[in-house]
């Protein structure tokens, strides 16, 4: 199938695409049966709980086991010294228990496996550990000493076209500012767990013999293979991992981590029993990834009428000393407006602290925000409504290659979202509306995440007789995603979706990518409809019992030559009571560019997710390291504040009709994080405009309107 | 230290050993095999696993099961027979009121508490008090701010808030409140 | 969690003989606060001596007036408690800005009273606290301090206590009725509660064994008007930065009479006396109000992180008693 076909073998025939279809899984979803990864039943279980490291820094001089051992009920105690040697760490994040380093405060140290949960956490606290702390560092400033520029030929960390610095000197309207954002932690409501059982004969490493099982809370099935596989030294054919239901991820569960590692190789030592082993909630916040805290400058060179001569946006961030993530905030900014002049730069430092990794829309949410408060800034200082000044700036062609834009239509988002949400006459001047107690305001942000296609996804189609199975290794964390592939299953074949059968989350099914950076339903849709078009080439429309066929997605689907990413709008109400500086958001409002939507109420709930996230971005989220240990001292949910039912008001997401071909075969782009891209943004305008107080640090809390 | 207890959960009887550290929520979990109640934080902080405990809604990580022999339990799975849907259930899927599901049991027991607690005329934080005698104990009308006050204790991290509180207003307008939690 | 015994004793003498007898027992009424604390190992008894259908769990007028609330009172079933909302909306309020629905259901009266600062370091068993453990030193004082302490704090401690009841029931001059090993005395509100001086481990002034029975509340004067009003970092479910109970009456534009406490401040809840005197018999004004907050603020010492506190407090008190006073009678 070439791009440019419509999806659908039998077009015409049913047209199961773009129907509001309730979630399949819903019924078992509101019951609670629809098992996760701790849920499988499983006989004579065993539960693991983990030390962790209480330096940030340093190397472990001693690992007194005694009291754990001795406590009726323990199986194992893995420290570094007795634990199995890996077979590749080239993966640092990956070597557990290999050696006396510490790197981080909350590191895997020892861990205990015993009969019963409250034994083997009792037991783990009776592991006692002593250390040789080293001076550690976890605090990131713009002027670091250790920053770098990470990247290399291919991927660089710096871009420059034209002279912004010539720009910045002349223009007449000059906006400079920095803004912050600070370390977040993904927090699905799902900890991250893992169930791992070893089955077959000898145990110990290199033995080479049995399987091993993994129950995961996983974003990718295949991918936690395959690296698990490898840490182990193991033929990844001997390792299923299985995750049918997943409690959240948004990001963090993109990839293995430590826990799955630790988790195997319990199993392995006590073969024939699953080990059970789902994260605490505090665990999770040294654990398994984070959003880096970033300092950004942004400089915006305009003429007095808006037009922008040149961009300038700086990124500093950490990483680990561990491995490099990086996150590149100011990657996008590239392309949102038509400035002649740009340059972007992102450095790093190599901090003591847990692994940064995946957060919903990383780069994209904090970069977004930071441009977009300065475009607020830069209208009030043009005295240009901040609609006007994005229609002044829009680009006719990708800024950054000149290529013609696929299905942009920001433009038509800012007018839609203007008309729904009542934004003509507004009053520009900040600080002079009043509500009763409250301080009112609105504000407005543009959104952009680039389009992303995996290939390498295959899907199986199965005919039984009645109906048709669709098989993928795919991952539903609460996208809809099993509800999409069988609406795009249903398409490719023609049929209605009630014949469709679809199972997904295990990798006994055929192989697929990750569910990250938006790329699910594009990449995996496009093995569903290959495969359909395969089963109905070679079985036509009257298929026996049996028939069966299978396809791997292309390895091109998006057009060349095209700029193909989402874009959107939103618009915001905030109050701020007059006396105690308390922020509420009563109305959020965006309308977004995704190409065509496959299924529109989990595409809603999509969006609106996504923009709820980014109102916590914007109000609530905050993890606090404290200098002195390298230790996040607010690491549970009553201490790091994620919105409550309280904090959201009328939130409503609308998308702009259509399809953009050049995204690939289902003309679809994705909607898991364009919806909290510029909401933050949205919201800190509306608090500015609500207030005349310009916060350029997250999260935005009341103190900076007391006294 | 062990102690052997009786739970009636969904409408079964259930005799076990527990230790005395047990929770509730890990009985209910670990021993009884119920994957209803789900773990979030386990400290009570974000309402995944709170359950009916005669009638009444809690969060089962913060009780213990030796202090609860004898209670009977309801979970989201036990508020309708097998097959069926609790009216508050049903709303849930209509409404798109739920993501990646963790968090949708537990957000749905509390929504059913909180119709029971409504019709009893019990007032929340945002309940108009200034009225002649606020100790009456009509039933509370459920509007959005107070459906959104009154479920404040469970967490949705995937933002199904808008549409969790589109569900149980449907519910609650349509007057199936106080019978729901008994 | 250390293996703890567990024992169901069949009334109230009993429960405080056996936890009396044993250093290493501890009472489990709702077990809200208990659980959290067995769990992160802030607390590791030997034995739970359950309170489970000991003590009254109801409301009910006292002869002479007032009413006595059994300290197994459920929070919520409190403040849902017709005369407790006819008569005292500041601890109906109160009550409903703490927590969430389903805690409420559980937590009960008197282990309310009892909760525990949710300083983050006290919470976390890696860290020096002078709270869980005496002499190791006050990680909160130069560490994260948005919650710390800015009234009575000492330099061994800078917690704050976290209950909204507990603040209430102080402004409304509550006692407490507490059954020991040497029998039943009665202790008022404010007076529970302790500052931290040198032994912060201690939160009151109760001894091991001592155990809640019961709440007495006065009635109000005719013509009061209460409020709570919590300031906080999200709309629902969190603990105050600040709040304010207040209780007024207000006679020809002057103030006759004012209760005031204030949560989020300090170690206990925090009576406003010298507020209270400086109102009393001035103009019910907004700017008496703020004065006699400031007033009372004056001596409060901050850090860089709560260093909006005060100002936070002096807003809220002003503007807690002006809608009070702005208020008609009921």
Not at chain 1, 339 to 349: D, E, G, M, S, V
Not at chain 1, 624 to 648: I, K, Q
Not at chain 2, 111 to 117: F, K, S, W
Not at chain 3, 29 to 54: E, F, K, Q, S, Y
């Amino acid at each position: 199938m070439s791009a440019t076909d419509g999806p659908g073998a039998a077009p015409g025939a049913h047209t199961a695409l773009g129907l509001p279809l309730e979630r399949l899984e819903a019924a078992d979803k509101v019951t609670g049966r629809a098992p996760y990864a701790y849920e499988h039943p499983l006989p004579d279980p065993l539960y693991l709980h983990p030390v962790t490291s209480t330096v940030a820094r340093g190397r472990i001089t001693a690992v007194d086991t005694s009291a754990a051992d001795a406590t009726p009920g323990v199986r194992l105690v893995l420290t570094h010294t007795g634990a199995e040697r890996l077979a590749d760490t080239g993966d640092r994040e990956f070597a557990v228990l290999q050696s006396d380093r510490v790197s981080f405060y909350g590191q895997f140290v020892a861990a205990v496996v015993a009969d019963t949960p409250e034994t083997a956490r009792e037991a783990a606290a009776l592991v006692r550990v002593e250390y040789e702390a080293e001076p550690h560092d976890v605090v990131l400033t713009a002027d670091h000493p250790r920053l770098y520029p990470p990247g290399d030929e291919d991927d660089p960390a710096d871009h420059e076209q034209g002279d912004p610095d010539a720009e910045l000197a002349r223009a007449p309207v000059v906006v400079d500012r920095t803004y912050r954002t600070p370390m977040e932690h993904n927090n699905p409501m799902e900890p991250h767990t893992t169930v791992a059982l070893w089955t077959g004969d000898g145990p110990g490493p290199g033995s080479g013999d049995g399987d091993l099982t993994l129950y995961d809370s996983t974003q990718g099935a295949h991918p936690v293979r395959e690296t698990v596989a490898g840490v182990l030294g193991l033929d990844p054919a001997r390792v299923r991992v299985v995750s049918p239901h997943v409690g959240g991820g948004f990001g963090s569960k993109g990839s293995a981590h430590a826990h799955d590692i630790l988790a195997a190789m319990a199993a392995r030592a006590l073969p024939g029993r699953p080990v059970k082993f789902a994260l605490t909630r505090q665990q999770m916040f040294s654990l398994v990834g984070h959003r880096t805290p970033t300092i950004q400058r942004v400089r915006l060179a305009a003429e007095s009428d808006g037009r922008i001569r040149a961009l300038v946006h700086d990124s500093v961030e950490h990483t680990s000393t561990v491995k490099e993530f990086a996150e590149g905030s100011a990657a996008t900014s590239r392309m949102m407006y038509a400035a002649l002049h740009r340059r972007t730069t992102q450095r790093l430092a190599d901090l003591d602290v847990p692994i940064p990794f995946w957060m919903r829309a990383p780069g994209e949410a904090p970069g977004i925000y930071a441009l977009e408060s300065a475009m607020d800034e830069l209208a009030q200082a043009c005295g240009i409504d901040p609609v006007e000044l994005r229609l002044r700036n829009e680009p006719s062609v990708d800024p950054r290659t000149g290529e013609p834009w696929s299905d942009r239509r920001l433009v038509e988002c800012l007018r839609e979202g203007a008309e729904r949400f009542g934004w003509a006459d507004r009053d520009p001047a900040p600080g002079t509306r009043r509500e009763g107690r409250w301080r009112v305001g609105t504000g407005v942000a543009a959104a952009v995440y680039p389009h992303l296609y995996n290939p390498g996804s295959v899907a199986e189609i199965h005919y039984d007789g009645d109906r048709y199975t669709v098989d993928i290794g795919a991952a539903d964390i609460g996208t809809g995603s099993r509800t999409a592939l069988t609406q795009i299953a249903a398409q490719g074949l023609g049929l209605p979706v009630e014949r469709v059968r679809l199972r997904l989350g295990d990798t006994d099914l055929p192989a697929a990518t990750v569910a990250g950076g938006s790329s699910g339903t594009v990449s995996w849709g496009a093995a569903v409809l290959a495969a359909a078009a395969a089963f109905r080439d070679r079985h036509g429309t009257d298929p026996g019992p049996g028939a069966r066929a299978r396809a791997a997605a292309p390895e091109d689907a998006v057009a060349q030559g095209r700029a193909v990413a989402s874009f959107g709008a939103h618009f915001v109400e905030a109050r701020v009571d007059a006396d105690t500086g308390e922020v509420r958001v009563p109305r959020m409002l965006g309308v977004f560019s995704v190409g065509r939507v496959v299924n529109p109420r989990t595409a809603r709930s999509q969006l609106v997710g996504g923009m709820v996230m980014g109102l916590s971005m914007a109000l609530h989220e905050r993890s606090v390291l404290d200098p002195r240990t390298g230790h996040v001292v607010n690491a549970d949910l009553a201490e790091y504040h994620v919105p409550v039912h309280a904090d959201v008001g009328d939130v409503r997401a609308h998308w702009l009709e259509g399809e953009d071909p050049a995204a690939g075969p289902l003309g679809a782009r994705g909607v898991g994080e364009i919806g909290i891209v510029g909401a933050a943004a949205a919201v800190a305008n509306a608090v500015h405009h609500a207030t005349g107080v310009r916060v350029r640090e997250l999260p935005i809390t009341l103190d900076r309107f007391v006294g | 230290m062990d102690a052997t207890i009786t739970l009636h959960v969904d409408g079964e009887e259930h005799r076990l050993t527990v230790d005395t550290r047990t929770g509730l929520l890990d009985a209910l979990r670990d021993r009884l095999g119920e994957t209803s109640p789900k773990k979030g934080c386990d400290h009570g902080q974000c309402g995944a696993c709170t359950v009916l405990v005669e009638g009444r809604r809690i969060l089962s990580c913060l009780a213990l099961a030796v202090s609860h022999d004898g209670a009977r339990v309801t979970t989201a799975a036990g508020l309708a027979p097998r097959g069926d849907l609790h009216p508050v259930a049903r709303a849930f899927v209509d409404r798109d009121a739920l993501q990646c599901g963790y968090c949708t049991p537990g957000q749905v027991c509390s929504a059913v508490g909180v119709l029971d607690e409504a019709a009893r005329g019990w007032p929340s934080l945002v309940t108009d008090e200034s009225g002649d005698d606020p100790g009456e104990g009509a039933p509370v009308p459920l509007d959005r701010e107070e459906i959104r006050e009154r479920m404040s204790g469970n967490l949705c991290r995937c933002g199904a808030y808008t549409h969790i509180v589109d569900a149980v207003e449907s519910v609650g307008s349509a007057g199936a409140g106080g019978e729901a939690a008994r | 969690m250390r293996p703890f015994a567990y024992s169901r004793p069949r009334d109230a003498a009993a429960a405080v003989a056996e936890v009396s007898a044993d250093p290493e027992a501890c009472y489990l009424a709702g077990g809200t606060n208990l659980v959290d604390h067995l769990r992160l190992g802030i607390t590791r008894p030997g034995l739970l001596v359950d309170l489970r259908d000991l003590l009254d769990d109801g409301v009910e007028e006292m002869p002479g007036g007032g009413l006595r609330i059994g300290a197994a009172t459920p929070n919520s079933d409190l403040a849902a408690h017709p005369l407790v909302r006819r008569r005292h909306p500041m601890l109906s309020a109160a009550l409903l800005s703490g927590a969430s629905g389903q805690l409420r259901n559980a937590a009960s009266t008197g282990g309310n009273l009892l909760q525990r600062t949710r300083c983050a370091y006290f919470r976390d068993t890696a860290a020096p606290c002078n709270k869980r453990e005496p002499g190791t030193g006050c990680s909160a004082l130069e560490g994260h301090g948005r919650h710390n302490a800015v009234l009575g704090a000492s330099r061994h401690c800078v917690a704050v206590h976290p209950s909204d009841m507990a603040v209430a029931l102080t402004a409304l001059d509550a006692r407490v009725r507490v059954l020991g090993p040497g029998g039943e005395r009665v202790v008022p509100l404010p007076g529970l509660h302790r500052l931290p001086g040198d032994e912060p481990h201690r939160d009151t002034v109760l001894e091991h064994g001592d155990l809640i029975t019961a709440v007495e509340l006065p009635d109000p004067p005719r013509g009061r008007r209460s409020a709570y009003r919590k300031v906080r970092d999200r709309a629902s479910y969190a603990f105050a930065l600040v709040s304010v109970a207040a209780a007024l009456e207000v006679a020809d534009g002057r103030v006759r009479g004012v209760r005031l406490a204030l949560g989020g401040l300090a170690h206990a809840p925090w009576r406003a006396r010298r507020a209270e005197e400086a109102l009393t018999g001035a103009p019910a004004t907004a700017d008496a109000f703020r004065e006699a907050a400031r007033a009372e603020l004056a001596d409060a010492r901050t850090g860089p992180d709560n260093a909006f506190k005060p100002a936070l407090a002096v807003a809220t008190v002003t503007a807690v008693l002006r809608d009070l006073a702005a208020r008609g009678d009921r």
